[in-house]
């Protein structure tokens, strides 16, 4: 079984037709058609049916299809790690994140270190490592541990702050560290409860017996953030201030009120151990950054150790 032919599949599966597939890997559409005939023989069933209006999977086909990219993409990272063992290039690694990750995290990093990310895909966070399974991406960072099976590391922590106008109450009583239970008295904005930040506040006040009701709950924190500096209450976020806005980290009767971030990656990709180095730096520059908190706020817990699930 050629890998050659594995992407000549491939390239038809993701086509539909054999002419678009010859066109796109640069071969006769009679030489393609004549190797996937080969590679039916050889697996011993038909994968591909040939019809008046185009190509249509098998069933065999459909089951084939996952093993082909799996076996192209695994000889793309051997490829890949070879060639930046012999020196001829860097370890490059994708990352798959939600947005505000990217922006507060991953984009500042590389910024400052370089670093081997080159490149950091945006999606929801119960996405994330569903996108690391299908092979997108080799490392999935999310608010929520990485399923059993995976290698994974607790980065570190993320103060949750709320922010408002200067000109607000809970900023003219001074700097410092907010208790949670001093913001029940003022309109509240704050994201879904499919948010990390939501889940956090939700859990810390249901332990109080205090029920959370917003003023606002927009989908994004830049937009609590928006409503904050338009004057519609206090907003509850992760994220760097914005507008102006000032700042107070949260604790809940004395504790600081954080989320803790987590990166998973495939436990035998073939780079695990740089992945591995690679993430403990990054753990490394998020807690001497401090989440991106200003000075005088408390320090989130450190990361955990790696494990392997």
């Not at 086909?61 to 063992?85: K, M």
């Not at 939600?98 to 507060?104: G, Y």
């Not at 993320?158 to 949670?180: K, T, Y």
């Not at 409503?227 to 992760?238: D, E, F, I, S």
Request: aromatic share 4%.
């Amino acid at each position: 079984m050629e890998l050659r032919v594995l992407r000549y599949f491939l390239a038809v599966v993701d086509t539909g037709s054999m002419t678009a597939a010859a066109a796109r890997v640069h071969v006769a559409q009679p030489s393609v058609s004549r190797q996937l005939r080969s590679l039916e023989r050889e697996l011993g069933a038909e994968l591909l049916r040939r019809t008046s209006t185009g190509v249509q999977l098998t069933a065999a086909g459909r089951r084939f299809v996952p093993v082909a990219r799996d076996l192209t993409l695994r000889a793309a990272q051997g490829t890949e790690l070879l060639q930046a063992v012999s020196g001829q290039s860097p370890l490059q690694f994708r990352v798959a994140c939600p947005n505000s990750t990217i922006t507060h995290l991953i984009a500042p990093y590389v910024a400052e270190l370089g670093g081997p990310f080159t490149d950091a895909r945006g999606c929801e966070p119960d996405q994330v490592y569903e996108r690391l399974l299908a092979g997108d991406v080799d490392i999935g960072i999310s608010t929520a541990p990485p399923p059993g099976g995976m290698a994974a590391r607790r980065l570190g922590g993320r103060r949750i702050s709320a922010q408002m106008p200067a000109s607000h109450p809970v900023a003219q009583e001074g700097g410092g560290d907010l208790e949670l239970a001093g913001l029940l008295d003022h309109p509240v904005i704050v994201s879904s409860r499919a948010s990390a930040v939501r889940r956090a506040l939700d859990t810390t006040l249901y332990e109080q017996s205090t029920p959370l009701r917003p003023a606002f709950e927009p989908q994004s924190e830049a937009m609590a953030q928006a409503l904050a500096a338009a004057g519609h209450g206090v907003c509850v976020v992760v994220d760097h201030p914005q507008f102006d806005l000032s700042v107070r980290p949260l604790t809940a009767q004395g504790r600081p009120l954080a989320i803790s971030l987590y990166a998973g990656w495939d436990r035998d990709h073939y780079a695990h151990d740089e992945i591995d180095a690679a993430v403990r730096e990054l753990s490394d520059w998020l807690m001497a950054n401090d989440g991106g908190r200003k000075p005088g706020s408390r320090s989130p817990a450190p990361p955990d150790s790696p494990h392997h699930g």
